[in-house]
């Protein structure tokens, strides 16, 4: 089993750009599909972006496209989300989280991350 801890959250204006890391322990972080999903006051956990063992194949959710990047570094334990063009409705929790295949379902990840707040402001 994974433990993942999310760091690289903050404070923007719209427009900025913030890279979120994700930190895993245990040695089967590169067998895991990987996702970053997001949850903003008084609305459900949705998903951002998936990536498969491998990081040849992502899923991003329609609103990001464009916009944010998710890779992993499978010799480092991290996977990370680089978000370009902040607007303020991507203001939010934002949560990795590791399962055993890749879907975009929240259902489908066993392991979650504490979280880290990104707030954009206008």
């Known amino acids: 089993q994974v433990q993942l801890v999310e760091s690289g959250g903050g404070l923007v204006q719209a427009g900025a750009s913030l890279r979120l890391s994700c930190a895993a322990s245990g040695r089967t972080f590169s067998s895991y599909a990987m996702g970053w999903f997001r949850q903003a006051p008084g609305k459900e956990r949705e998903v951002v972006a998936v990536?498969?063992?491998?990081?040849?194949?992502?899923y991003y959710t329609d609103s990001v496209k464009g916009r944010f990047t998710i890779s992993r570094d499978n010799a480092k334990n991290t996977v990370y989300l680089q978000m370009n063009t902040l607007q303020p409705e991507d203001t939010a929790v934002y949560y990795c989280a590791a399962g055993p295949y890749t879907t975009h379902d929240v259902s489908g990840y066993h392991t979650w991350g504490q979280g880290t707040q990104v707030t954009v402001s206008s």
């Open positions: 990536l498969d063992w491998s990081g040849d194949n992502t």
